[in-house]
């Protein structure tokens, strides 16, 4: 296994050393967490925006928690409204639709809600998904249902990096790509 404890890595022109930890044994990725990162969103946020340009749409959709800064920076920069799928449920959201996701990091499932009143948002808008990473893709097909069955049209998906099989995030929109480690 190597040593390496950071990985480096530049952002929309900003440098970060990521933390590497180990999510199941013999397992690393590198930790990017956008939440405070007030320099780090914004400079995403900004490019994001700009390769999302020639996209016509109505709404951007996150899942909480911690993409939820990058759909207020890329919305405030787009001038679109963000709608959060949220990880629990409250009364007030009424008849909510929900799908299950299992993320790479969380290692056990979690739900994501979409609330009734942004449920009727959607209903027939063009929406733009986004997520900070994008791993296994888990939660980009919980959001990708959740959308899908509340009449939504997805018409790009961005995040600020890939993870792990490039191969398969070719249509995504993103600014880099994250390796995972694996031990031999
Ligand atoms: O492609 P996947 O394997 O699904 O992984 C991607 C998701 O994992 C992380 O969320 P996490 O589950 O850690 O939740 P949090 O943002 O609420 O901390 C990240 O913010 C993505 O939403
Ligand atoms: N490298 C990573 N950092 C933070 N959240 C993630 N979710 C999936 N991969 C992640």
Known sequence: MSQQETYAIDIAGVQRDLRLFEIKP????????ILG????????AKELAQKL????????VTAEAKSIPLAHAISAEMGKPYIVLRKSYKPYMGEALQSETLSITTGKPQTLFLD???????KDARVVLVDDVISTGSTL????????????????EAAILTEGDRAQWHNIIALGHLPVWVDE
């Open 26 to 33: 013999g397992v690393r990725i590198a930790i990017l967490n």
């Open 116 to 122: 009734e009143k942004d449920r009727a948002s959607i």
């Open 37 to 44: 990162d007030t320099e780090l969103v914004n400079a995403a």
């Open 53 to 60: 340009s020639t996209q016509t749409f109505d709404y951007l």
């Open 141 to 156: 097909q919980g959001m990708r249902l959740i959308t899908e069955k509340a009449g939504a049209e997805i018409v790009a």
